[in-house]
């Protein structure tokens, strides 16, 4: 008895001594290993990129960062809760990697406090509950000089942007000036649709690329009619400009050779041109098309502005309304350029996933040149060339698909130009040459002539000025009167990544890919892309069939009413066997139309079975053949015990 409860004493401290050595470990492990983690994320969602890492490494005085958010009231919201959790765990990795250069405060504003005024005052957006309280979620950067950057509302639909973002803000305030970009364009990009006229009503909506720029540059507005480039321009960028004139041409060209770096955008067909104010019109003086003849070709490039590239693999999926049957249809014109046509050596294009382009033309290079042509992205090898006066005319996406007539070649979209060049000029055009001058300085003259660069020239040259339409990349959405970014496609990053790059900051770029935009299911859209041509082969076939067979089925018919006599056996036969082909082919048309989805349908319930049932199976048969290796192992060792 007494060894019982001595063996019970032993079992009973034992289970002590666990508990607290369970705890003890716990407690050291939050102390010494609180930073360390493993990141077992496809994307790596939890780890700080290299670019935010050489961002806090620069930082030279202390920032604060205030993060502001209502915490007991988001308890009843698991959204918002958990999305504040990843950007608490974010600001907290960034303060234990910034060594003591970023200090952060978490302020949790009860409605009605003090801490709820402060975050009013600090520009900071609530979300109002069912109950007329207001959510906090926001984030007020500051540093030593009174410098103050914003994050209003954290919005779930930037969840992806999440550490860019954040580092922006941070290296916004780490400097002591933002650089300046220059910018020479005929686009609305400061206005919107409606233009000058809509921004004098108060109802301008500027480019969503435009405010991003904004947000990270001094920007410069150059009227397209300059004969000197300002000195404090860092990188100018010339957005399907108007025609210039040959002053300004040349200013653009001494930039160049004085070292400047330049994102040059020119297109054959710039739809983004057309879009419509509220008027029902395009913007007063606006240009269907643009090139930069004759420096394009003095850089090593060939623009060819009276083509469109059609491409039939990256067409993008449209609405048609043609058929109440088939709603969407790939439309050649308008491309989705994956990851796998872009350039994954360069860093402009490396992290970027797709890009969305309407219309564009084709670059390629200019023999004999003395720079480096490298593509940056391009067409596929399924890919024609459209002549600009059939892409005027209208022609409907079916149109287009129909008589598609691949040329195996790939078109290059966007390259990089780099190394050497010499001035297109021979010296600074005579006064008469410069145009009109009613809006330059009078006073002013062109710098000094350089006939070569000093250093290798670096430009990016983009045949698609339909890149920075909202359309194509972004869906706006307004909260609280703070437009709201939520990108369907990468054009943003592409242009943000190539100026940061030509300003000589690569630090952001790689933070703009953390987490993929979508991830598109390649399988299911070759499948309804060749679904769709069989439709419209088939369809074509069968209403030609119909069509021919309804004209005899009448003409039969005709015939018998104008004879006035009983249509003969024969031709009652005849007649029977129209109308029996003819309900046969209707009958095939409808299987066609009906079966346009069937390899996408049963695609999708072989992936349910698999997320859904095969798992469970797995694991039954796994647990069946465990159970079957112990009862033959017990019964084993029971035979050797006998």
């Known amino acids: 008895m007494q060894q019982t409860h001595l063996r019970s004493g032993y079992r009973i401290a034992m289970l002590v001594l666990l508990a607290v050595l369970f705890l003890a470990v716990n407690l050291f492990s939050n102390v010494v290993f609180r930073s360390a983690q493993v990141d077992l994320t496809q994307n790596k969602l939890f780890t700080l990129s290299q670019g935010t890492e050489n961002v806090l490494k620069e930082i030279d005085e202390p920032i604060t960062l205030k993060f502001f958010f209502s915490e007991r009231l988001a308890n009843e919201y698991p959204q918002i809760r958990t999305y504040a959790n990843r950007v608490r765990d974010l600001l907290q990795e960034v303060r234990d990697r910034s060594n003591g250069k970023v200090i952060l405060e ?3 504003p009860e409605p009605y406090s003090g801490d709820e005024d402060l975050a009013m005052s600090l520009g900071l957006k609530g979300a109002r509950t069912t109950e007329g309280d207001i959510i906090y979620f926001g984030l007020v ?3 030593s000089v009174d410098g103050i950057e914003q994050i209003p509302f954290f919005a779930d639909e930037r969840q992806q942007y999440l550490e860019y973002d954040v580092t922006r803000l941070i290296q916004n305030l780490s400097r002591a000036k933002k650089p300046v970009l220059g910018i020479v364009t005929n686009l609305p990009m400061d ?10 009503r108060g109802k301008s909506k500027p480019f969503m690329i435009y405010e991003e720029l904004r947000d990270r540059f001094q920007i410069n507005f150059l009227e397209q009619n300059f004969i000197k480039v300002p000195k404090d321009v860092d990188v100018l960028l010339v957005a399907h400009p108007r025609q210039l004139n040959d002053a300004t041409l040349y200013a653009i060209d001494q930039f160049v050779m004085r070292g400047g770096r ?5 297109d054959p067909h710039s739809e983004v041109s057309f879009t419509s104010g509220d008027n029902g019109q395009p913007v007063q003086g606006y240009t269907p098309s643009s090139d930069l003849a004759p420096l394009l070709a003095h850089w090593g490039v060939n623009f060819d502005a009276k083509h469109v590239v059609g491409d039939r693999k990256l067409a993008m999926r449209v609405q048609t309304g043609m058929d109440a049957r088939r709603q969407t249809s790939d439309y050649v014109l308008w491309l989705t350029v994956p990851r796998g046509n872009l350039d994954a050596n360069d860093i402009v294009t490396a992290n970027v996933d797709h890009l969305n382009l309407g219309t564009p033309g084709s670059l390629s290079p200019v023999k004999g040149a003395t720079t480096r042509f490298t593509p940056l992205f391009w067409s596929s090898d399924d890919a024609e060339l459209y002549d600009l006066d059939y892409v005027k005319s209208g022609p409907t996406p079916d149109d ?6 691949p040329t195996g070649q790939r078109y290059v979209i966007a390259a ?3 190394g050497p060049l010499r001035s297109a000029y021979e010296a600074a055009p005579p006064v008469t040459a410069r145009g009109d001058t009613e809006r330059s300085d009078s006073r002013e003259t062109p710098d000094p002539y350089v006939a070569e660069t000093k250093a290798d020239a670096n430009i990016i040259v983009i045949a698609d000025s339909d890149i920075f339409d909202d359309r194509f990349w972004v869906q706006a959405q307004d909260y609280d009167g703070q437009r709201v ?10 242009i943000l990544s190539a100026i940061d790059n030509l300003m000589g900051s690569d630090d952001l770029i790689s933070l703009r890919a953390r987490e993929r935009a979508d991830r598109p299911f390649t399988v299911v859209d070759n499948l309804r892309r060749a679904a769709d041509r069989h439709f419209l082969a088939e369809q074509e076939r069968l209403k030609a069939k119909i069509a021919e067979t309804e004209q005899r089925l009448t003409a039969l018919q005709t015939q018998a009413g104008e004879g006035q006599a009983a249509p003969s056996a024969h031709e009652q036969d005849e007649a029977a066997e129209f109308r029996a082909e003819l309900l046969s082919s209707r009958k095939a048309l409808r299987d ?3 079966n346009l989805r069937r390899d996408i349908d049963r695609l999708a319930t072989n992936v349910r079975f698999v997320n859904v049932a095969l798992m469970p199976i797995l694991v039954a048969f796994i647990a069946i053949g465990i159970a079957v290796v112990r009862h033959r192992r017990r019964k084993a060792r029971a035979a050797k015990g006998v």
């Open 106 to 108: 978490v302020v949790d």
């Open 141 to 143: 950067g500051t540093n």
């Open 191 to 200: 206005t919107g649709a409606g233009g000058l006229m809509e921004a004098m």
């Open 262 to 266: 330049v994102l040059a955008s020119v």
């Open 400 to 405: 287009l698909l129909r008589n598609f007539k």
């Open 416 to 418: 990089r130009v780099s």
């Open 485 to 494: 970014a939520q990108p369907i496609a990468d054009n943003a990053r592409f």
């Open 592 to 594: 066609v139309q009906r």
